[in-house]
């Protein structure tokens, strides 16, 4: 477990560092004014971008249990086990149990 969250928080960390260059060659890319060689670089610029630190890598964990699992829309630390046992124990303000 440990070595999972240290590897997801190496990933980020790289992330962080080519997230301005990702940004930049992908607006590059959209941008319709710009003629097709300036657009192809940038292509083949973000092709040659790892693989392992796109944004798609990244693994949501609960705070709780570093669980990584489905996540409440609402609620987006907790995972839907975190989630369900604090409701239950009347720690989240404001929810109430609904049946029907």
Not at 28 to 55: D, F, R
Request: aromatic residues 8%.
């Amino acid at each position: 477990m440990k070595n999972q969250i240290q590897k997801d928080s190496h990933i980020r960390k790289l992330f962080n560092k080519r997230e301005l260059s990702y940004n930049i060659l992908k607006s590059i890319i959209q941008n319709e004014n710009l003629p097709l060689t300036t657009k192809w670089n940038a292509i083949i610029k973000l092709s040659n971008l790892s693989v392992s630190q796109n944004k798609t890598r990244f693994v949501h964990r609960c705070v709780l249990t570093n669980r990584k699992a489905k996540f409440n829309r609402i609620f987006k630390k907790f995972s839907r086990l975190s989630f369900l046992r604090l409701a239950r124990s009347g720690s989240v303000p404001g929810l109430k149990k609904s049946s029907w």
